[in-house]
């Protein structure tokens, strides 16, 4: 098992900044990819970033540019700065660490961490 522990969420005016961080524990051997997701009300869960244990980044269109995700492999910690936030980033933010495995892969998320943008 492995456990997320997610920090940083909070209420911003639109053009802020906000970071969050993810911790992660327990059987963290496997974990490959980190990453965070977000789900605004009404709507599915999305990729917001993500960063292979290489250290290899995806984000999605809708941040790039804004967002930037890093990876501590020492700390076993993820981090996703956000710059010039929009009230449209208004969601919860949920961490992931998905682990391989030799019958395939398995995600695991955080409790989530609200983020708020509104003047």
């Known amino acids: 098992q492995v456990q997320l522990v997610e920090s940083g969420g909070g209420s911003v005016q639109p053009g802020g900044s906000l970071r969050l961080s993810c911790a992660a524990s327990?059987?963290?051997?496997?974990?490959?990819?980190m990453g965070w997701y977000r789900q605004a009300p009404g709507k599915q869960r999305e990729l917001v970033a993500a960063v292979t244990r290489f250290l290899r980044t995806n984000y999605a269109d809708s941040v790039k540019g804004r967002f930037t995700i890093s990876r501590d492999n020492a700390k076993n910690t993820v981090y996703l700065q956000m710059n010039s936030l929009k009230p449209e980033d208004t969601a919860v933010y949920y961490c992931n660490a998905r682990s391989y495995f030799s019958s395939g892969s398995y995600d695991y998320w955080g409790q989530g961490t609200q983020v708020t943008v509104s003047s």
């Open positions: 327990g059987s963290i051997a496997g974990i490959d990819a």
